[in-house]
């Protein structure tokens, strides 16, 4: 079949514009419309789960932005063939302007260009839900708001105009609704509940890394709703919208940035429009982008006492019909200056011309004008080089002596390379160099990096070739280093912000210069971590353990964006044993809940060594086995998915490194308790043998000997090294024995509950009445091998209860 490509030449003029004709433009919601998968719409089951994802989120940042605690209520109905999603909030409410943009159009949000942490930033979340509820149902979206202080909610149906991406409005009105304020959102899709354990999961972990919320989700087949309850009134910590960092833009954006500034020059551009760019650290950007946009300026030794250059001579020669005396004490003031110098460069002579003039003339009254200081400079850059006159000779009076330029550079080649270059191969590069640099157009020797990279493989390569030598790249790497640590950054003024705009290329030195300048990593007050205190109270509310660990990392920067990463854990309790690890991955406290194989840090988790953390890993790697919860959260100004849909994070070195940190520092905390866990259940095993021998042992011990049977009451703890609590009563006296036969000092609460008040209570123990029971609190501080004992007194036939704590169990015996 032939193409219209096909014919295209072949005389047909007429196919260009028929091909035109076929051009137009489409929405971002018509793309979207055929392309829902991208966001997570993919099918019935998942796209039930992203509609409930996108509202709940929606409704987390509503209620925090206005420092409200949140309740947000769930509910999925079967209404004919479809399911009715309900999303319901207590948040402070959208205007009646906002609702229908809120929810009838994409890409319409406040947070895209605010660098801070949040949930959602391109405003095409709930409104994707919107476009999939109506493009499966055909049935608009209802939405209910109320803003704090209004007497009557707002109440809508719309739609989205696909071609315009507009809403289009079917309904509105004024209505009752008992919350004060919130918002209510409800959707008809053609969904299932076949994804019911990821949603489920989605609710679940929201309420782990969202401890101060209350969650309720109401669903066909469920007995009871699922709730969480807060397990924390305290708010994430409010984030601060903070400017780019220069570490972070790139290329074209800087462009952009330049053509909006309001400043003209680049330094006020830099400190106006980034973030941790101050003064010092504006100069210290200009510096590296001069020498991009100008070049360094090679730098060279001022002539010694052994050489016969006498600068106080060659300057006096450059002067004319300014008096002997004023003359003379200019060339003096400027000869001894660079003399005290170890290196200088064209602008070094320059600056110290010009001191030395203005100074002479304050002094003599003679004036010096430009041109005899340009005069003065040109015949002192000449004796500095070597390229005039004056070039120098040895004591004897001989001119044998080489060119200035060749063994100033001589000296930096033969520091730069190994010993084992020959002289002779030092000396061939240094002379190449020096009429390289001779040669150079502008006189004062101003090179880039480049250039200068360019100049010493020149020399290199004609020494290699006509010298049959070698130099290879490590050497001239050196080399270069040597010439360009030494040459020194030009005073020049940079060009303004409106020359910058119009030349891509200084752009781009302004760019890499940027990049090249050390920086302070940007605030953290964008950031709003959960900490690692609330991590823990998440799971415990969630999960039910024995052992909870978690870790929160310090803030690190990718790409000019700060990043916090956050770990925990949770272990045993009524967690299943069988299978894999439980992992939990958040991006600003989201749970990512699909697409685990694509995440790095699923990838982290899998390239970890669970074994020497005490958890089952056959093969060694990938996810480890056992009854244990492992999370991960990243917190970023701006987390790189790997697409729209949000469910995986990308895989960037940065980041990666800091989830492997944080989920060893939480690791290491469930080591220390598997270790504890098992040492204390060989100890119990111990004291379970000996509790049985001991008895033995004493019975035939009295039976072989004939004796009376050894009181062996406080043996166990003495050959366990426990401490022991003994109750001893004589009479109406009661002596509470704690003796201490471990290694250390230990300090066990001990409560003992009394059915009578004490009486004559010695020590700092404590007697709490609580309707008529006596609670006796006593912490002694019991050093190794030490003995404590508290005595009362007591009616006979008392009724004794003793609680110990602050000690292990299988550290402690108590005889009461």
Not at 67 to 80: N, Q
Not at 87 to 92: M, Q, R
Not at 704 to 727: H, Q
Not at 804 to 812: A, H, M, P, Q, T
Request: net charge negative; hydrophobic share 35%.
């Amino acid at each position: 079949m032939t193409s219209i490509q096909s014919t295209l030449g072949e005389g047909d003029e007429d196919i260009a514009e028929e091909l035109a004709k076929g051009q137009r433009e489409i929405s971002i919601a018509e793309f979207f419309e055929k392309n829902k998968h991208m966001l997570g719409f993919d099918s019935g089951a998942r796209g039930l789960v992203t509609a409930v994802k996108e509202a709940v989120d929606n409704a987390l940042d509503a209620t925090e932005e206005a420092e409200i605690l949140p309740d947000i209520y769930v509910e999925i109905r079967e209404v004919d063939d479809y399911l009715r999603l309900v999303v319901e909030d207590n948040g402070p409410g959208i205007t009646k302007e906002q609702v229908p943009k809120v929810f009838g159009k994409l890409l319409y949000g406040s947070r895209f260009h605010a660098r801070e942490q949040s949930r959602g930033q391109q405003g095409i979340g709930i409104s994707a839900a919107v476009l999939y509820s109506q493009l499966t149902s055909g049935k608009p979206a209802r939405i209910t708001s109320r803003t704090q202080g209004r007497p009557e909610a707002q109440y809508f149906e719309l739609i989205i105009d696909t071609d315009t991406n507009e809403p289009e409005i079917k309904a509105s009105r004024e209505t009752s609704w008992d919350r004060s304020h919130g918002t209510r959102i409800e959707l008809e899709m053609e969904a299932n509940m076949r994804a019911r354990t990821q949603l489920h999961d989605y609710i679940r972990h929201t309420a782990v890394v969202n401890p101060h919320a209350r969650l309720e989700l109401r669903e066909p087949g469920l007995d009871e709703p699922m709730k969480f309850e807060r397990a924390t009134d305290q708010l994430p910590d409010s984030t601060e919208e903070i400017r780019p960092h220069p570490h972070g833009v790139e290329l074209g954006t800087l462009r952009k940035m330049l053509t909006a500034t309001e400043s003209y020059s680049v330094s006020g551009f830099l400190q106006g429009e980034f973030t941790r760019v101050g003064k010092k650290t504006a100069d210290k950007v200009l510096d590296n982008f001069r020498d991009r946009h100008f070049g360094r300026e090679l730098s060279w030794t001022p002539p010694q006492a052994h050489e016969t250059v006498d600068l106080a001579s060659v300057i006096d020669g450059a002067v004319a019909n300014k008096g002997a005396s004023a003359t003379a004490d200019f060339a003096e003031r400027v000869a001894s200056t660079l003399a005290n110098r170890e290196r200088v460069t064209h602008h070094d002579v320059r600056a110290v011309v010009d001191t030395c003039a203005d100074e002479v003339e304050d002094e003599s009254g003679t004036r010096f004008g430009a041109t005899v200081r340009e005069n003065t400079v040109e015949a002192v850059w000449a004796a500095v080089t070597g390229t005039g006159d004056a070039e120098p000779t040895d004591d004897d009076g001989d001119d044998d002596t080489e060119p200035r330029l060749t063994t100033d550079l001589y000296t930096l080649v033969d520091d730069a390379t190994s010993k084992r270059k020959d002289d002779a191969t030092k000396r061939g590069i240094a002379e190449r160099l020096a009429r390289k640099v001779a040669a150079l157009d502008d006189g004062r020797h101003r090179l880039t990096h480049r250039a200068l990279v360019d100049l010493v493989d020149g020399a290199a390569d004609d020494t290699v070739e006509y010298d049959d030598v070698t130099f290879g790249d490590t050497a001239r790497e050196n080399v270069t280093e040597a010439i360009w640590s030494r040459a020194r950054t030009v005073p020049d003024d940079p060009p303004d912000v409106s020359a910058i705009v119009d030349d891509r290329d200084s752009a781009q030195a302004l760019l890499e210069a940027m990049r090249e300048t050390d920086i302070l990593a940007p605030p953290t007050t964008c950031l709003s971590p959960i900490s690692a205190e609330l991590i823990e109270a998440g799971l415990r509310e969630v999960f039910d353990a024995d052992f909870y660990a978690a870790a929160t990392r310090d803030a690190e920067v990718h790409a000019g964006d700060p990043f916090v990463v956050e770990a925990g854990i949770a272990y045993g309790g009524e967690l299943a044993s069988e299978g894999s690890v439980d992992l939990l991955r958040f991006a600003n406290r989201v749970p990512l809940v699909y697409q685990q194989g694509a995440c790095a840090i699923t990838g982290v988790v899998k390239g970890i060594g669970w074994r020497n953390y005490g958890l089952d890993q056959p093969g060694g790697s990938g996810i480890p086995k056992g009854p244990a919860v492992v999370m991960v959260h990243v917190a970023s100004t701006n987390v790189p998915f790997t697409s729209e849909s949000k469910d995986a994070v990308a895989n960037v070195p940065d980041i990666e490194d800091e989830v492997e940190l944080a989920i060893r520092e939480a690791a290491r905390e469930l080591k220390s308790y598997l270790n504890r866990r098992r040492s204390m259940q060989k100890r119990r095993k111990k004291q379970e043998v000996l509790g049985k021998i001991l008895p033995e042992m004493a019975d035939k011990l009295s039976e072989v000997t004939g004796r009376e049977r050894p009181n062996i009451d406080g043996a166990l703890a003495r050959i366990m090294n426990n401490v022991s609590v003994e109750r001893v009563v004589e009479g109406e006296t009661v002596t509470l024995v704690v003796e201490n036969h471990s290694s250390r000092a230990e300090a066990p609460e001990i409560t003992d509950i009394l059915s009578a008040e004490p009486g004559d209570v010695n020590g700092d123990a404590q007697v709490i009445d609580l309707d008529g029971e006596w609670f006796v609190k006593w912490s002694p501080s019991v050093p190794a091998g030490e003995t404590a004992e508290l005595r009362y007194t007591l009616p006979e036939d008392t009724d004794f209860d003793i609680d110990v704590d602050g000690i292990e169990r299988e550290k402690l015996t108590v005889n009461t």
